[in-house]
């Protein structure tokens, strides 16, 4: 089982930036897909942005693209997620998940089998 701690997390003012980490041990990635899904208060997790580990493959939501960039250090298994011009609406605990490259879409949390504790974004307008 895939094991997952993020950080990175805070507050921030519209327009900023902050990037978010994602350190992962315990299996081998090269047959999984990291995924960053969030979520905010009364409303369900969403999918944000995915990679797949050995191709380096991304994939990002509409509401993210052009904005947020999805990388991977193979060095130390760790995921970021850089995110740039930041809106108050991307406010939410921000959720990175693993998931193997064979089972299930990259954008439903369904498939994703190990989850991080998650970390709170916060951007005020």
């Known amino acids: 089982q895939v094991q997952l701690v993020e950080s990175g997390g805070g507050l921030v003012q519209a327009g900023g930036s902050l990037r978010l980490s994602c350190a992962a041990s315990?299996?081998?990635?090269?047959?999984?897909?990291m995924g960053w899904f969030r979520q905010a208060p009364g409303k369900e997790r969403e999918f944000v942005a995915a990679?797949?580990?050995?191709?380096?493959?991304?994939y990002y939501a509409e509401s993210v693209k052009g904005r947020f960039t999805i990388s991977r250090d193979n060095g130390k298994s760790t995921v970021y997620l850089q995110m740039n011009s930041l809106k108050p609406e991307d406010t939410a605990v921000y959720y990175c998940?693993?998931?193997?490259?064979?089972?299930?879409?990259?954008?439903?949390?369904?498939?994703?089998?190990?989850w991080g504790q998650g970390t709170q974004v916060t951007v005020s307008s």
């Open positions: 315990g299996r081998t990635l090269s047959s999984y897909t």
């Open positions: 998940a693993s998931k193997t490259v064979y089972g299930g879409s990259y954008s439903s949390p369904v498939p994703y089998a190990a």
């Open positions: 990679i797949t580990w050995n191709s380096g493959s991304t």
